[in-house]
């Protein structure tokens, strides 16, 4: 079926339901990361469900908000502009981004999605002869970044209540090029307060001056645990200290690969030699620069996740099944069973959960926050499959 210029403005339209999920991409990640094989194979995606329930990627399941949405239906006729030549440019959203964090521009780089800013932080700090240290579980591109490159990789397991072991972190940093932190922490949906992260960041730099400590901020907008902190602050003022943040969580635009670095002048600059000339995309941009001045929509869209993860983490706490302290969309619930089984059983019955986490993967399982109604449906098949 084709689609037209005229139809697909008429989607984007605001009020439709189309507008969310068109922009969203959603579920493409997960298909990605569930289907590709080790092999240099071709990727086949499977068709997906018009009524299937995709919670496993962490998406924002209503999508942009209204001024963002508002921003793209005026930007289709930029569509033949480099990012650098539009209204707003990639200059200005380094600008508003700068102005909302307390920053100057020279502190901010901007990425396709965070995710160019967790390679670039690896390609500028690790070599063959300098090391990345980071945790297990946690978000895993900086680990196969390094291996890629040639660089090792060492790895300290998380503590028992599933928060980054700091302690550990801090006595193994000494020599590493780069320290990987995920705060909060991607699987397992914790958090560690400003002040504890604050103190890392310290004994780390006297333990070991010359390491780099990258803090990935993705799930930021969605703490509420009010002893949190964003490290953004301090990593202005400290070399060798970066913030990584993104569009594609709480504001709801994963399909369009906007995500952004902040740090100290120096800091960014060598981050900055590793950036694509045009590392975002017009409309991306635009949609982003109206979504930061939009902060009512992050606010409801906290609140909403909260209220629907509320409900959810009930639902397994009253079947005797421990979920650990989300400060995310998302939650990690032992289920005390392979998580392979588990995800297939729900996959029957139209709901996609987490992938594997090593090396919790033969107990727990990584499920995301869709809508109340979502959720509703979807407990009702966890019921079924875990028989309770």
């Known amino acids: 079926m084709s689609l037209s210029r005229r139809a697909l403005m008429g989607g984007?339209?605001?009020?439709?339901?189309l507008s969310s999920a068109f922009v969203c991409a959603?579920?493409?990640?997960?298909?990605?990361?569930?289907h590709l094989a080790?092999?240099?194979e071709p990727l086949v995606v499977p068709p997906v469900a018009a009524d299937e329930i995709r919670i496993s990627s962490n998406e924002n399941p209503l999508g942009p908000g209204p001024k963002a949405l508002e921003a793209l239906r005026g930007a289709f006729e930029l569509g033949n502009r480099y990012p650098t030549n539009t209204s707003p440019s990639m200059a200005d959203l380094r600008a508003i981004l700068a102005e909302s964090t307390g920053a100057q521009p020279a502190n901010v780089v901007l990425g396709a999605g965070s995710g160019e800013i967790l390679k670039n932080g690896v390609h500028a700090f690790t070599s063959p002869s300098r090391y990345l240290l980071t945790a297990t579980p946690t978000y895993g591109q900086p680990a196969r970044v390094a291996r890629y490159l040639g660089a090792e990789v060492r790895e300290v397991p998380i503590d028992s209540d599933g928060r980054l072991d700091?302690?550990?972190?801090?006595?193994?940093a000494q020599g590493a090029g780069l320290v990987f932190v995920c705060n909060p922490n991607n699987p397992t949906s914790t958090v560690h307060s400003g002040d504890a992260i604050a103190a890392f960041v310290a004994e780390v730099h006297r333990r070991s001056p010359d390491t780099a400590i990258h803090i990935d901020e993705a799930y930021?907008?969605?703490?509420?645990?009010?002893?949190?902190?964003?490290?953004v602050e301090l990593a202005l003022d400290t070399p060798n200290l970066f913030v990584s943040r993104t569009f594609s969580k709480a504001y709801g635009m994963a399909g369009m690969r906007i995500g952004y670095g902040v740090g100290h002048q120096d800091t960014i600059a060598k981050l900055r030699r590793y950036a694509l000339t045009f590392n975002t995309n017009s409309l991306g941009q635009i949609a982003a620069h109206a979504a930061v001045q939009d902060p009512g929509f992050v606010s409801s869209e906290r609140a909403r996740n909260s209220e629907v993860k509320k409900m959810t983490v009930e639902f397994f706490e009253r079947a005797g099944?421990?979920?650990?302290?989300?400060?995310?969309?998302?939650?990690?619930v032992d289920i005390r069973r392979p998580a392979a089984g588990f995800r297939d059983a729900c996959r029957e019955h139209g709901v996609r959960v987490g992938r594997?986490?090593?090396p919790l993967e033969k107990t727990h399982c990584r499920i995301s926050i869709g809508t109340m109604a979502e959720m509703e449906r979807a407990t009702e098949v966890f019921g079924q499959v875990l028989e309770v």
Not at 12 to 17: C, K, V
Not at 26 to 34: D, K, T
Not at 220 to 231: I, L
């Open 12 to 17: 984007l339209g605001s009020g439709t339901s």
């Open 26 to 34: 959603r579920g493409r990640e997960a298909l990605v990361a569930e």
């Open 38 to 40: 080790e092999a240099d």
């Open 166 to 172: 700091l302690d550990a972190m801090a006595e193994a």
């Open 220 to 231: 930021h907008e969605y703490v509420t645990d009010p002893a949190y902190r964003s490290a």
């Open 321 to 332: 099944y421990g979920v650990m302290n989300s400060q995310t969309n998302f939650i990690f």
């Open 356 to 358: 594997d986490f090593p």
